[in-house]
Each structure stands twice: as structure tokens, then as C-alpha cells.
């Protein structure tokens, strides 16, 4: 089985918005980050800020995740370009695969597919974060050989204590 990116649509970006708000919303009050009340606009402004054009906006290429034994979208893929130590470089901001078809390896070769998509747009490598909670994601990175760079930690302190 092989999985390619493909160029994400105004149908499926419309829908990838509508579901990735409250999935980041989530995401954000699980790590601490945020509380729950009035996570989704937090999360919605987020998407507003860093995609004011949709799809249209520079230097962000959103694709679908494709099953290419059957052409059918499994998920998706963000990367918006970004300057690490004076080079260019595609971030990733967001990955995900469709529930039912996670741990089947479609992460595993979008991930590798966007290898070859970011050396053909002249980038010289690819960075993320992973949420502290997302053990299974940190692990994915790992094994296809990202390495981490950077730890923010945190300790909740009891305030009777």
C-alpha cells in the first residue's frame, strides 16, 4: 500500500477546518495549556491567524493524506515554510489521520512522501512539535528520524503545599 499528498480542496479545507478547531481546542486544554471555556474560539483564532487566506495563503500547503491503493483521503498534512539558522525549512503544523484508518503506516509515508515534496520546493529539512501527552506521535517522529531540539517541561505545583 502507498500513500501520496495531494493538494487539499476548498471542499476538503472547509471540512479540515471544521474538525481540526475542536481537535486542537482539545489538544490544548489536555496539555494545560488552555481551559476548556472558550477553547474552540482560542483555536479558531489560532486557524484565522496563521491562515487568513485559506488555502490561498503564502508559504502554507495543506494536503490530503491519500491512500493511493484506493484514492481515497486518509487524513491530512500542514506545513507552512519557516527560517531555521538562516534556511528555509517546511514546519509541520499539523498531521492527522482519519481514526479508522490510524495505525495502518498512512503517517508513516505521508511523512516520507513530504520528504520529497519539501526537497523539491528547495527546503533543507522539516520541523515539528508534539504535544508532551502524544507519546505515540513522539515516537512516530523517532523512528523516521527526527530528533528533538528543543523541551519545554512544566511541574503543576500544589498551592497548599
Not at 10 to 34: F, H, I, L, M, T
Not at 42 to 61: C, K, S
Not at 123 to 146: D, P, T
Amino acid at each position: 500500500m502507498t500513500t501520496g499528498l495531494r493538494p487539499m480542496s476548498e471542499e476538503a479545507y472547509d471540512e479540515y477546518v471544521n474538525n481540526s478547531v475542536p481537535n486542537y481546542a482539545r489538544e490544548k486544554v489536555a496539555s494545560g495549556e488552555w481551559q476548556e471555556e472558550a477553547s474552540v474560539e482560542r483555536a479558531r483564532d489560532v486557524f484565522n491567524e496563521m491562515l487568513p487566506q485559506g488555502l490561498d495563503t503564502p508559504d502554507n500547503y495543506l494536503f490530503e493524506v491519500i491512500d493511493e491503493w484506493n484514492d481515497t483521503a486518509v487524513g491530512v498534512l500542514w506545513i507552512t515554510v519557516r527560517e531555521r539558522g538562516g534556511q528555509k525549512i517546511g514546519f509541520i503544523c499539523d498531521v492527522y489521520i482519519d481514526s479508522d484508518q490510524q495505525s495502518k503506516g498512512h503517517a508513516s509515508r505521508a511523512l516520507r512522501a513530504l520528504e520529497d515534496k519539501v526537497r523539491s520546493m528547495g527546503l533543507s529539512g522539516i520541523g515539528l512539535e508534539v504535544f508532551g501527552h502524544n507519546e505515540s506521535a513522539y515516537r512516530l517522529y523517532k523512528r523516521l528520524g527526527y530528533v528533538p531540539v528543543n523541551f519545554f517541561m512544566f511541574k503543576t505545583l500544589d498551592l497548599q503545599g
